[in-house]
């Protein structure tokens, strides 16, 4: 019934549209797919994306005109905001670049450490971790 008849009569195998115990090739990629449907224009497509990289900018910004700290809280806030958007959304475009997981945990991983190191930044740390001293004591000074 699913299998197509050949002009010789013999049917061919239905295919599985499961993923094989041994890949031969590569599968096609998560983040191929669009967040917005194809009558959109690119940019919109692609919004959890360009969110992200506009926050990311926004941050450099920041630093580059000398507001170190806010700048680099603004670009970590951004890849947290990452995690949450291939957490929350069904398709983010070229968000995803790996499993999900793989790509929240990426995300939130560096998302995270990147906001702490900007409130610990000298002078006048606005978060401040004891042992983070003591190690720093042992392999810089």
């Known amino acids: ?80 905001a990452g995690a949450v958007l291939r957490w929350a959304l069904p398709s983010v475009g070229m968000l995803a670049v790996r499993s999900r997981f793989t790509d929240m945990a990426t995300y939130g991983l560096l998302g995270f450490v990147i906001v702490m190191l900007s409130l610990m930044v000298q002078p006048k740390p606005w978060v401040h971790i004891p042992f983070l001293d003591d190690i720093v004591h042992f392999t810089v000074r």
């Open 1 to 80: 019934m699913g299998a197509e008849a050949h002009s010789d009569g013999a049917s061919a195998p239905q295919r599985s549209r499961r993923f094989p115990q041994l890949t031969r090739d590569t599968a096609r990629p998560e983040g191929g797919g669009r967040a917005a449907a194809g009558d959109y224009p690119a940019p919109a497509r692609q919004w959890p994306l360009l969110t992200v990289m506009g926050g990311v900018a926004a941050g450099l910004l920041l630093v580059a005109f000398d507001a170190f700290r806010i700048g680099c809280l603004l670009i970590g806030l951004s890849l947290l």
